[in-house]
């Protein structure tokens, strides 16, 4: 058995804590740095934690210093659309110059494999649907352009220091929970559509806003493509032995290829939790698509990746145990 380490930094957040179990699942020895901004402690069970930003000169020190390294995956971000468009500079400072400060650690210390947490959002409004890697990059949000501006950076990185290689991972809609309860998303405020109609199922909240019911769709609802979280960090193991086994640098859309409409979403919760979950017609939000999907063909021919839990309903379903086991726990 290997124990290679690898430091997954926002390791503590909603898609890097479920990384962890899957590398320790894969007999990796995962470090966790997170600064818990938006991440939770409990969310990292059994893996080494450091607290801290991954911008802190002498936090990343102390880590390449006192570990031997394999690989770095890049978690950490901002990530909320409306709030990187009233408060630009948080996102360029958190998600452009803390990823460089991390990127300039890991060449000081010969650490030249680098996974990368992508988005959609880079890609902008759809101007075809499914959305492969050729897909013209203009993002609408500072989010959108924080992530694309740190994909211009790897690629210039690969040009500039031969040895360094990354695996850019544009995730659609992360969803889904780990299919054993005890790890889940908690973002707070949750802006995501799956866990705050979960919020409606419990009785947190009173209704589930469908913001646009007049998109030109079969229900009049935007359409996403949800991936359950288990799946892409199955994406992101493949892309760390694709790297390890000396593959070239890449990016991959990372989805199931398959839409749903919110009404479809919520309809489908509805059978899982059995739960009637009441809606309230909103006015369309700004820079939201009509439809949304991934063309994850290139994914699934490179790195061999394979999707296990594509239906919505399982992804519902795990979600949901996620958020019961979460509040008897915290009730106690
Ligand atoms: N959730 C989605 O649907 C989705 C979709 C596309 C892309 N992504 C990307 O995936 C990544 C993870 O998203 P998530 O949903 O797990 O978010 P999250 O907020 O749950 O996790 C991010 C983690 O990073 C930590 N963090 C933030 N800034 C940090 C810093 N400077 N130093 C150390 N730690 C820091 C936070 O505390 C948190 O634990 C992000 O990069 C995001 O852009 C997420």
């Known amino acids: 058995m290997h124990t290679k380490k690898i430091l997954v930094v926002g390791g503590a957040g909603y898609i890097g804590s479920h990384m962890v179990a899957v590398l320790q699942d894969a007999g990796f020895d995962p470090i966790v740095l997170d600064d818990l901004s938006t991440g939770h402690r409990h969310a990292v069970k059994d893996a080494e934690f450091v607290?801290?930003?991954?911008?802190?000169?002498?936090?990343?020190?102390?880590?390449?210093?006192?570990?031997?390294?394999?690989?770095?995956?890049?978690?950490?971000?901002?990530?909320?659309?409306?709030?990187?468009?009233?408060?630009?500079?948080?996102?360029?400072?958190?998600?452009?110059?803390?990823?460089?400060?991390?990127?300039?650690a890991m060449l000081k210390h010969g650490v030249n494999q680098f996974i990368f947490s992508s988005t959609a959002a880079v890609f902008g409004e759809p101007r075809y649907t499914p959305m492969n890697e050729d897909h013209p990059q203009s993002p609408v949000n500072a989010y959108g352009s924080s992530k694309l501006m740190v994909e211009k950076i790897l690629q210039d990185y690969t040009r500039a220091y031969p040895d360094f290689r990354f695996m850019t991972l544009r995730y659609f809609n992360a969803a889904g929970a780990h299919p054993n309860g005890k790890l889940g998303e908690w973002h707070e405020p949750e802006t995501h559509l799956i866990p705050v109609i979960l919020e409606v199922a419990s009785g947190k909240r009173s209704a589930i806003n469908i913001f646009g019911t007049d998109y030109p769709t079969p229900d009049g609802t935007c359409i996403r493509d949800y991936v359950h979280v288990m799946d892409l960090c199955e994406a992101h193991l493949l892309a760390l032995q694709a790297l390890m086994q000396g593959k070239?640098?890449?990016?991959?859309?990372?989805?199931?290829?398959?839409?749903?409409?919110?009404?479809?979403?919520?309809?489908c919760a509805r059978e899982v939790t059995k739960c009637d979950i009441k809606t309230e017609n909103a006015e369309r939000r700004e820079g939201d698509p009509t439809i949304l999907v991934a063309d994850p063909s290139l994914a699934i021919a490179e790195l061999n990746w394979q999707p296990k839990y594509a239906d919505l309903p399982t992804i519902i379903a795990h979600a949901w145990q996620a958020s019961r086991m979460n509040a008897e726990l915290s009730s106690v």
């Open 51 to 104: 607290m801290g930003d991954m911008a802190d000169d002498n936090v990343l020190e102390t880590i390449f210093t006192k570990h031997k390294i394999q690989a770095v995956m890049h978690f950490a971000a901002f990530i909320q659309v409306n709030e990187s468009v009233k408060n630009p500079a948080k996102y360029y400072l958190n998600n452009v110059a803390g990823t460089l400060k991390l990127l300039q």
């Open 248 to 267: 070239k640098s890449n990016s991959y859309n990372l989805g199931t290829g398959h839409g749903f409409s919110i009404r479809q979403v919520i309809d």
